[in-house]
């Protein structure tokens, strides 16, 4: 029997982009205690080689459950930023149609961003499709250690783009710049090969339900087929509606 490997995308039936998702962790959290907290958390995924200023995990599935207590990137972001506790950004693309932006400082979220909640799984067609969440740009530009760029992050993420000719690959790629996070990561799909521009992928540590090597091929293969029957709850639970009396129906 052949054991799909953790840490590599499953294929699937859906059309579309690149589906990935990260989290990061200011350089200050010491890169051991990420690893260990992310070992507690049965995360499955990669950890790339730390920076100067940042630690990354990248989440696999990147729109799936991928750690314990049916936690997507938005649930281990929050309890890992408990258990350090630390700023924890976790960054999400699906289909390369919607961007998700949501960060927590220890106990505390500091906001949750997407540029189309209509394409959330499960979502109904009286969810809108504007970009929801922009206002908390400033929050994540000083997590970040950013503030100047709050503006400038605000219009990123408040701008409604094209589906057909502009990826949200591309607008992640301006956030991360204006974050100083990694720009690597839109290429982050391509694992396990190695990434377009970014660390040597010989640096990686593959993370099968918290456990690297053999008992993390096992584990990881195991609890893949529960959390794939287990999906992570929605990232935003009141997504804006073009039912709710409280919205305006010129602005629809």
Known sequence: ????????????????????????????????????????????????????????????????????????????????????????????????????????????????????????????????????GAEHAAAFAAAAGRPDSAAELEEVLAEPLDSESVFESERLARVLGLLGMPGWIVASASLPKQIPT?????????????STGAPGLVRGWMTGRVRRRTPPPPVLADPPRADDPGIDPWLL
């Open 198 to 210: 970014g660390p040597d992928v010989r640096g990686f540590v593959r993370l099968g339900a918290g």
């Open 1 to 132: 029997m052949t054991l799909p490997v953790p840490g590599v995308p499953a294929e699937s039936d859906e059309p579309g982009g690149d589906t990935y998702a990260a989290l990061l962790v200011p350089a200050s959290a010491a890169p051991d205690a990420v690893e260990r907290a992310l070992r507690g958390l049965g995360f499955t995924g990669w950890l790339a080689p730390p920076t100067d200023d940042w630690v990354v995990a990248l989440a696999v599935p990147g729109d799936g459950t991928i750690a314990a207590g049916r936690r997507g990137v938005l649930g281990a972001a929050a309890a890992l930023a408990e258990a350090l506790p630390a700023a924890v950004f976790a960054l999400r693309v699906r289909l390369d149609r919607q961007l998700v932006v949501a960060a927590w400082d220890g106990a505390d979220e500091l906001g949750r961003y997407s540029s189309d909640p209509s394409l959330e799984p499960g979502a109904d067609e009286a969810v809108l499709d504007e970009p929801f």
